[in-house]
């Protein structure tokens, strides 16, 4: 049973940093595709970053969050992380790991139905 485990939500005010994980378990990690994505209240979920796990390194950001969020990973973990930099109150949202347990050696995706396997999110909240 694969299981998405994320933590490291917060308040924080704008122009500070959080740093997010996301722990997978029984999930073959081996040439496969994470992404973390958001979803504000009212608001469609949106894909931030995506990344090749298991032996890639391609990375792929939102435009909204380039240059201030950065995804990497822990093979030996088997736990990807999103370092959150000079966050914007427009950056609150509910955070979402998900990963694609289908295809091997995936083109990197920022959509939502590339991924079937989601964590039960984590809030980020920023104030003015």
């Known amino acids: 049973q694969v299981q998405l485990v994320e933590s490291g939500g917060g308040s924080v005010q704008a122009g500070g940093s959080l740093r997010l994980s996301c722990a997978a378990s029984?999930?073959?990690?081996?040439?496969?595709?994470m992404a973390w994505f958001r979803q504000a209240p009212g608001e469609e979920r949106e894909g931030v970053a995506s990344i090749q796990v298991g032996g890639g390194e391609g990375t792929v950001y939102a435009d909204s969050v380039k240059g201030r969020f950065t995804v990497s990973q822990d093979n030996a973990k088997n736990t990807v992380y999103l370092q959150m930099n000079s966050l914007k109150p427009e950056d609150s949202a509910m955070y979402y790991c998900?990963?694609?347990?289908?295809?091997?050696?995936?083109?990197?995706?920022?959509?939502?139905?590339?991924?079937?396997?989601w964590g039960q999110g984590t809030q980020v909240t920023v104030s003015s």
């Open positions: 998900a990963a694609d347990g289908t295809h091997f050696w995936p083109v990197l995706s920022l959509r939502p139905r590339d991924y079937n396997y």
């Open positions: 029984g999930y073959l990690y081996s040439g496969r595709r």
